[in-house]
């Protein structure tokens, strides 16, 4: 079963303890942005990911602030 959990930072070292004290492989932890950031490596590989260059990116942010003044 996969489950979602919040934990509140006051309560982290003992959930941490609680799951310490598991049988081993009972639980498996992974940080949230796993797989977010396996599926945008795996795009980026395969060349699906739109891109822009630094440069142009910059350029962008640069032209909009100007307008602004």
Do not use: C, H, W
């Amino acid at each position: 079963m996969t489950m979602m959990v919040k934990i509140d930072d006051a309560y982290l070292s003992k959930f941490e303890s609680f799951v310490a004290s598991l049988p081993e492989g009972a639980v498996e932890m992974k940080n949230s942005l796993d797989d977010e950031i396996t599926n945008r490596i795996t795009q980026y590989k395969n060349n699906t990911m739109q891109t822009t260059p630094f440069m142009d990116g910059l350029d962008t942010i640069r032209e909009k602030l100007v307008s602004q003044l």
